[in-house]
Nanobody, 125 residues
Framework: QVQLVESGGGLVQAGGSLRISCAASGGTFSSYGMAWFRRAPGKEREWVAGITWDGGSRYYANSVKGRFTISRDNGKNTVDLLMNNLKPEDTAVYYC??????????????????WGQGTQVTVSS
C-alpha cells in the first residue's frame, strides 16, 4: 500500500505564503489523481485542490481559487500545495490523498485513499 506523509506546515502571518508537501512511499501515485484536503477545528473535512495523474488539469475549491496552486512531481512521488495570500480562515490541518478512480476532483467516481497524518497550518491575523 502507498503511505503518504505531509510536511511543511507552520505558523504564518495573514497575507503570507507557505508551501506544503506530500511524499509517497511503498509505491507510486503516478497513475492516480491526487488531492489536498483540510480540516479546521469543529468543522468537517473540506476538499481543497486536486490534480490529474499527469498534472494536466488542476482543480480548486472556490475558497482557495486564485490563491493556492497544486503541483506534482511523479519522478519524486510528491505533490505540493503552494498557498499564497493566506487568511486566518485557512488555518487547518492539511491532508493529502490519492484518488484511485478519478482525477482528484471530488465526484461520485472518486475514491480517496491513503490519507496521511496531516500537517498543521496556522495563519495569524
Amino acid at each position: 500500500q502507498v503511505q503518504l506523509v505531509e510536511s511543511g506546515g507552520g505558523l504564518v502571518q495573514a497575507g503570507g505564503s507557505l508551501r506544503i508537501s506530500c511524499a509517497a512511499s511503498g509505491g507510486t501515485f503516478s497513475s492516480y489523481g491526487m488531492a489536498w484536503f483540510r480540516r479546521a477545528p469543529g468543522k468537517e473535512r473540506e476538499w481543497v485542490a486536486g490534480i490529474t495523474w499527469d498534472g494536466g488539469s488542476r482543480y480548486y475549491a472556490n475558497s482557495v481559487k486564485g490563491r493556492f496552486t497544486i503541483s506534482r512531481d511523479n519522478g519524486k512521488n510528491t505533490v505540493d500545495l503552494l498557498m499564497n495570500n493566506l487568511k486566518p480562515e485557512d488555518t487547518a490541518v492539511y491532508y493529502c490523498a490519492l484518488d484511485s478512480r478519478g482525477s482528484g476532483f471530488p465526484t461520485i467516481e472518486s475514491d480517496f485513499r491513503s490519507w496521511g497524518q496531516g500537517t498543521q497550518v496556522t495563519v495569524s491575523s
